[in-house]
């Protein structure tokens, strides 16, 4: 089977899949870049796991083409297999065998054996942290924990490529941080990770991002790129005595863009000076206190936000 050189690892052109009279994924077309952290973000629905599962080699796309570390997901998909590191918000794992099992059955699974597979065992029970926890059944472990395991047997056989889908779904902040320790350190180590996440705050992690919605992809680049995206725009930060009645009111006074972000709202607006001297007046003889109002900068949430907005004024 030929391979395609490049110096992308992942190549998609015009990628469609459709079921029935239904568009799952919609003329997309994007690169990857080898060693690159990439971010493939989107509400549910918006055809993001339609797409890795493409890629992966375990869905035949309906049109266009799709290549993954230089062969074709569709005339190659066992080869693309033989490249790829998978991992899914499921974890994978076999709840009835102790930790060192699992990547033991892991790796014979990818064909490894002999002295390659106790030197990768070993390998992959250090880099997640649990040498000393090799003999517990895997069903005791802490979720943080199999899902460190579940990454170490999904790059047991050292694919240049790994394809995380929602990997750090319901897990706890801490575990997540320290999740993407080790995706960085897999990428300095020259492997490429595909991320899906619904979770913000990892999309800064990112080298690169694209924003899935409908199908389509309507947003590609780093996140310093995509602030960009509403340069003519400021960012307030308001947070009151009263979040509801603040929201109805800021939305009837017409001053901008808004949206609730933690306990307080995100206003995004032309003039910021002008809004923040005309709303605290507003506010008081509603009889509502400011507790904090100042510009910050916008974050990947409320680019991708106002970037949905606009795709749905658009069809609208």
């Known amino acids: 089977m030929e391979r395609h050189e490049s110096t992308w690892v992942v190549e998609v052109e015009q990628l469609v899949k459709t079921f029935g ?10 690169r990857v870049r080898r060693g690159e952290i990439f971010g493939f973000l989107g509400p549910n629905g918006a055809g993001k796991s339609t797409t890795i599962r493409m890629l992966c080699g375990l869905l035949e796309p309906t049109s266009g083409r799709a290549r993954v570390d230089g062969f074709d997901v569709t005339t190659a998909p066992e080869l693309v297999k033989q490249r790829i590191g998978y991992m899914s918000q ?8 102790t930790v ?4 033991e ?3 014979g699974v990818y064909g490894l054996s002999g002295p390659a597979r106790a030197r990768r065992t070993e390998y992959v029970l250090r880099l997640s942290g649990l040498e000393d926890r090799r003999r517990m059944m895997t069903r005791l472990l802490p979720g943080g924990l199999k899902q460190r395991l579940a990454l170490g047997c999904a790059i047991v056989h ?6 995380l889908d929602e990997p750090t779904s319901g897990v706890d902040p801490t575990a997540r941080r320290h999740f993407w320790d080790l995706i960085y350190e897999l990428s300095e180590r020259g492997h490429t990770i595909f991320v899906t996440t619904h979770y913000m705050d990892e999309a800064e992690y990112c080298h690169r991002l694209a924003l899935m919605y409908r199908g389509r992809l309507i947003a590609l680049g780093s996140p310093a790129e995509l602030k960009q995206w509403s340069a003519a ?3 307030i930060f308001l947070e009151t005595t009263d979040l509801d009645a603040t929201l109805d009111l800021v939305r009837r006074a017409g001053v901008g863009k808004v949206a609730v972000f933690g306990s307080g709202l995100h206003l995004s607006v032309t003039r910021p000076r002008s809004v923040m001297d005309r709303l605290p007046p507003l506010l008081e003889r509603a009889g509502i206190a400011v507790k904090r109002m100042e510009l910050i900068e916008p974050s990947i949430e409320d680019i991708f936000v106002a970037m949905i907005e606009e795709q749905e004024r658009q069809a609208s």
């Open 21 to 30: 009279d239904f568009v799952a994924v919609d003329h997309i077309s994007f």
């Open 90 to 97: 499921r974890f994978s794992l076999y709840e009835d065998l």
């Open 100 to 103: 060192e099992e699992n990547v």
């Open 105 to 107: 059955f892991f790796s």
């Open 158 to 163: 050292e694919p240049p490529i790994l394809f």
């Open 233 to 235: 725009e400021r960012m």
